[in-house]
């Protein structure tokens, strides 16, 4: 059955009760909007968006845990997006690096993955996810989520912290903490050292001494100058410094607060009425909630009272006069400040929109001031949801006030865009609202009243059907925690449809999002002043105007190698010849060109396992130039720190949930990894040598903790963000800068040696190729940049080959005829060439930017998912190790029938409580669904 919709791709005009002198007039207004359509359906067409949503099946893990995703990738009308073949997923640390970057292989809008945290420290993530054509559009529509990942194993501490601002003074903190060990005893009478730290720097220090209950209080003074961002108490065991947890603090000083005001329509304008909503944020970057008075400084008079609803959101309502000058006064602990509007504009428009629930239209009303009425022209009121026209009707140019009724089933459920623009079509004023038919699909769940008991299997009945009755073929995936073990998603946080209907449209981060899909009469209200404050991501009108560019970013309907080649101080050079050299299993040749704007690109050729690429760039007589090869997957988006959303550590003031689920893991996985693989599985084989330093995942050739020296994951950590090259030269015996015999050029070596760099098991020597005329010392610069380019934080580990022992695998494999004959038997192993192999957290091998013409690159991991492990009981069996499962089941295939049902089932574990189930998808025909119940597990 055909479901009908409540807009349609070119909707015809709709003429509200505007009167028009004549009708060669409104004959005139019609043919202008319909250019207006036109145009926006122009653009649309050349750069449609894409929508990406991400479920996680836990919202934080640990340590050797795994993250189990499910991505749902939706054009603006929630239908699957064509466009991309691929999606690029990455983990970004509390530093803003990206720690862990793969792609995952995208079939009709859908895929799924795993990524695997053995290899991870402890710390705030951010999981961030995006396609290569979501980069034209200025990283707006990138999916991002903030995880904290725990090791137990590291972390003897857990904290409960209160911190306070003294009323005597705004920039003293005051701070009551109670440390405990991991078993939740009260760690007694403990000599301390602590640091107050923004980010990593010290901005002051001091002691402490816990008290019987663990109980220890101190206070530190801010400077009024600056403004901190990352705020934390470093709290550090006196006798042991190895011992220590860091406590974030949310500050949020009066004076630094951000109270930002955006009137309806964007602008204040003398005798018209003026709907003001206002956003504070404190110094923490999360919206924080705000009182105080509205006053008028021409007069001196209080206007209004304000007073936030809602993670510092809220509105007031005013009538600015000419020479009027608004400010917002906050008091707080004795301290007053004035924070001031925005400045009334002498003339101008605006425009007021009432959405009530109970209507079925929108009251739309346009202000015009006297000086800007122009009789017998339009003004265009254009009203956009979900990439297309829904609205589009001229509004008289020669009245003051004009009240128009739009019809919301002209809008799908979503966010709805209104315009309004010039006779020339430059837009003069813009309002976001919400529609809301309550047509999300429905997801029934049947077998989940029942009780049942640890170790049962569970069967589970899902139906799904539109909110007429209709059934509904779509593509879910569900999760199923332990609620003893984790907290189950709160109905605030971002969900498939809060994300898709709400966040994907807005600019920044939209605090709780689920918070408006609550059904308390209170959301439209709260909604209202999120939209009236947080900025739209559709493109802007010059470029609907003029007509769009050519986008930067190609879409990616198959697997390519692109990129850009640009000259040492960075113009992009046209019409270079690139040649791509495809090395290891599979070998083949191609070329191509560059066009004007520098950019090349490769396709045309499958995506293969264990390749590496070497690229040239060539000038017309075949000579490899001097120049900077960038490749747009090894590039990445830019990150901005401050956009980085910051998850709260496990250990600190966390909620039982957590607690129970970081102390339960370690020994749980050890169990589970002996049931998967038995005798012979992985955990075991990592501990087998235990006399030598392995690093897990490297490539050495021969065998693992067989190296003359190590450096292993935790003299990194210690490291921090020092540079591989200051790195090798202070922690490697004998590594350094110097020249061969009678040569002025520096190399690196070890002891007598010259050193070969091997990242990822790539020799990044091997691709080097002098450059006919170029700079000296090319091959120690060319090193020195990916020496340079890499951190201690970025590297897992890093294994010395000096004697011949060891370096004979790797010379026979890295190095050519020639240059094998060419050793000479000076050093102490009887050859001249040591090796020195890194291994990095990423595990995607060298990459960075430089300019000499070539470029290594190891395309990055592609994902393949493996099965979730699903334990099978039969009835009154007695399981073999305990089952401590967070994650009970993990399935994001679920594939309702033609009669919108499926059947899933899985087995209970151990424990008796209580079982969260989450339920999301879509049709890709435009609906969305969301589900959340319960299931009990009984002794």
């Known amino acids: 059955m055909k479901r009908t919709k409540h807009f349609c791709l070119h909707l015809p005009l709709i003429f509200a009760t505007v009167l028009f002198s004549s009708a060669a007039a409104a004959q005139s207004g019609k043919d202008a909007a319909q250019s207006i359509i036109t145009k926006i359906d122009t653009f649309n067409l050349k750069m449609p968006v894409e929508k990406l949503y991400i479920q996680t099946d836990k919202p934080y893990y640990a340590v050797g845990d795994t993250i189990w995703f499910k991505a749902y990738l939706c054009n603006a009308s929630l239908s699957y997006s064509p466009l991309s073949s691929r999606l690029y997923v990455e983990l970004l640390n509390d530093s803003g690096k990206v720690v862990q970057r793969m792609a995952a292989p995208m079939a009709l809008g859908i895929s799924w993955g795993d990524i695997d945290l053995s290899s991870f420290r402890e710390g705030s993530y951010t999981l961030r996810a995006y396609t290569n054509w979501m980069r034209n559009f200025n990283n707006d529509y990138f999916f991002q989520k903030a995880l904290y990942i725990g090791d137990p194993q590291k972390q003897k501490w857990i904290a409960s912290e209160h911190n306070a601002f003294s009323s005597a003074s705004p920039n003293t903190i005051k701070l009551e903490v109670q440390l405990s060990k991991i078993n939740s005893q009260p760690e007694s009478v403990r000599e301390l050292k602590l640091s107050l730290l923004d980010g990593k720097r010290i901005i002051n220090t001091g002691s402490a001494r816990t008290g019987i209950s663990g109980e220890f209080n101190t206070q530190f003074n801010l400077s009024d100058q600056k403004v901190v961002r990352?705020?934390?108490?470093?709290?550090?065991?006196?006798?042991?410094?190895?011992?220590?947890?860091?406590?974030?603090?949310?500050?949020?000083?009066?004076?630094?607060?951000?109270?930002?005001?955006?009137?309806?329509?964007?602008?204040?304008?003398?005798?018209?009425?003026?709907?003001?909503?206002?956003?504070?944020?404190?110094?923490?970057?999360?919206?924080?909630?705000?009182s105080g008075k509205i006053i008028n400084l021409k007069n001196n008079q209080e206007v209004t009272d304000l007073q936030s609803v809602y993670k510092g959101l809220g509105t007031i309502d005013l009538a600015p006069e000419t020479g009027d000058i608004y400010v917002a006064r906050l008091s707080s602990g004795g301290v007053t400040r004035d924070i001031k509007l925005p400045a009334i504009k002498i003339s101008g428009s605006t425009i007021s929109v009432s959405n009530l629930l109970t209507r079925d239209t929108m009251n739309v009303r346009v202000f015009l001031s006297p000086d800007q009425l122009q009789p017998g022209k339009n003004l265009y009121l254009v009203g956009?949801?979900?990439?297309?026209?829904?609205?589009?009707?001229?509004?008289?140019?020669?009245?003051?006030?004009?009240?128009?009724?739009?019809?919301?089933?002209?809008?799908?459920?979503?966010?709805?865009?209104?315009?309004?623009?010039?006779?020339?079509?430059?837009?003069?004023?813009?309002?976001?609202?919400?529609?809301?038919?309550?047509?999300?699909?429905?997801?029934?769940?049947?077998?989940?009243?029942?009780?049942?008991?640890?170790?049962?299997?569970?069967?589970?009945?899902?139906?799904?059907?539109?909110?007429?009755?209709?059934?509904?073929?779509?593509?879910?995936?569900?999760?199923?925690?332990?609620?003893?073990?984790?907290?189950?998603?709160?109905?605030?946080?971002?969900?498939?449809?809060?994300?898709?209907?709400?966040?994907?449209?807005?600019?920044?981060?939209?605090?709780?999002?689920?918070?408006?899909?609550?059904?308390d009469p209170d959301d439209l209200r709260d909604l209202d002043c999120l939209l009236l404050t947080q900025g739209w991501v559709?493109?802007?009108?010059?470029?609907?105007?003029?007509?769009?560019?050519?986008?930067?970013?190609?879409?990616?309907?198959?697997?390519?190698?692109?990129?850009?080649?640009?000259?040492?101080?960075?113009?992009?050079?046209?019409?270079?010849?690139?040649?791509?050299?495809?090395?290891?299993?599979?070998?083949?040749?191609?070329?191509?060109?560059?066009?004007?704007?520098?950019?090349?690109?490769?396709?045309?050729?499958?995506?293969?396992?264990?390749?590496?690429?070497?690229?040239?760039?060539?000038?017309?007589?075949?000579?490899?130039?001097?120049?900077?090869?960038?490749?747009?997957?090894?590039?990445?988006?830019?990150?901005?720190?401050?956009?980085?959303?910051?998850?709260?550590?496990?250990?600190?003031?966390?909620?039982?949930?957590?607690?129970?689920?970081?102390?339960?893991?370690?020994?749980?996985?050890?169990?589970?990894?002996?049931?998967?693989?038995?005798?012979?599985?992985?955990?075991?084989?990592?501990?087998?040598?235990?006399?030598?330093?392995?690093?897990?995942?490297?490539?050495?050739?021969?065998?693992?903790?067989?190296?003359?020296?190590?450096?292993?994951?935790?003299a990194l950590e210690k490291a921090d963000k020092m540079s591989l090259t200051q790195l090798l030269l202070q922690k490697i015996t004998g590594f350094r800068i110097g020249f061969k015999a009678k040569s002025t050029e520096r190399n690196f070596f070890l002891k007598d040696k010259s050193v070969h760099f091997v990242i990822d098991g790539i020799d990044i020597n091997r691709f080097f190729e002098v450059i006919d005329g170029g700079p000296p010392e090319q091959l120690y610069n060319y090193d020195k940049q990916y020496l340079d380019y890499f951190t201690a934080e970025d590297i897992k580990g890093i294994e010395v080959f000096y004697s011949i022992k060891y370096t004979n695998n790797y010379n026979n494999k890295n190095l050519t005829t020639d240059e094998l004959q060419a050793e000479a038997p000076t050093g102490s192993g009887g050859l001249t060439t040591a090796t020195i192999e890194i291994t990095t957290r990423s595990g995607n091998g060298p990459f960075t930017e430089h300019a000499n013409g070539i470029f290594v690159y190891k395309p990055m991991f592609v994902t393949h998912a493996k099965d979730f492990y699903r334990p099978r009981y039969q009835k009154g069996e007695t399981p073999k190790f305990g089952d401590l499962r967070s994650t009970i089941h993990w399935q994001p295939s679920v594939v309702t029938a033609k009669d919108g049902t499926a059947n899933i089932s899985f087995y209970a574990a151990d424990k008796p409580t209580t079982y969260t189930i989450i339920i999301q998808g879509t049709d890709f025909k435009g609906d969305i669904g969301y589900k959340m119940v319960k299931v009990t597990i009984s002794k």
């Open 538 to 714: 559709g493109y802007d009108w010059p470029a609907i105007v003029q007509g769009p560019q050519n986008p930067v970013f190609p879409a990616e309907y198959q697997y390519m190698v692109s990129g850009k080649v640009s000259n040492l101080v960075g113009k992009p050079i046209a019409n270079a010849d690139v040649l791509l050299l495809a090395t290891g299993k599979y070998k083949f040749v191609k070329d191509t060109t560059t066009n004007g704007e520098g950019r090349f690109t490769f396709k045309n050729f499958a995506l293969v396992d264990s390749v590496t690429f070497v690229l040239e760039a060539r000038n017309a007589k075949r000579k490899v130039i001097s120049a900077g090869i960038n490749i747009d997957e090894k590039q990445g988006p830019v990150i901005n720190l401050q956009n980085l959303p910051r998850a709260m550590p496990w250990n600190v003031n966390s909620s039982a949930q957590m607690l129970n689920y970081i102390k339960t893991d370690s020994s749980y996985r050890t169990q589970l990894e002996y049931a998967q693989y038995g005798v012979t599985g992985r955990m075991l084989n990592t501990v087998t040598i235990r006399d030598k330093a392995i690093i897990r995942g490297s490539q050495n050739l021969n065998g693992a903790g067989e190296s003359d020296q190590t450096i292993d994951e935790e």
């Open 230 to 290: 990352n705020l934390s108490l470093q709290v550090a065991d006196a006798s042991d410094p190895s011992q220590k947890i860091n406590i974030p603090l949310a500050i949020n000083r009066l004076s630094d607060i951000d109270l930002q005001f955006m009137p309806e329509g964007g602008y204040m304008v003398a005798g018209l009425p003026s709907h003001i909503g206002f956003k504070a944020v404190g110094e923490d970057g999360r919206g924080i909630d705000v």
């Open 384 to 519: 956009q949801s979900r990439g297309i026209i829904c609205f589009a009707v001229p509004v008289s140019g020669g009245k003051t006030y004009t009240s128009l009724r739009v019809p919301k089933n002209n809008f799908p459920t979503g966010i709805a865009h209104l315009t309004l623009l010039s006779p020339d079509y430059k837009p003069l004023n813009e309002r976001l609202v919400y529609i809301d038919h309550k047509d999300n699909l429905k997801i029934d769940v049947s077998g989940n009243n029942q009780r049942y008991m640890p170790h049962d299997s569970i069967p589970i009945h899902i139906n799904v059907q539109t909110v007429k009755g209709e059934p509904v073929v779509g593509s879910f995936s569900v999760a199923v925690t332990d609620d003893s073990q984790v907290k189950a998603d709160s109905v605030d946080e971002d969900n498939i449809l809060s994300h898709l209907l709400i966040a994907s449209d807005l600019k920044g981060n939209v605090e709780s999002a689920g918070h408006y899909f609550l059904n």
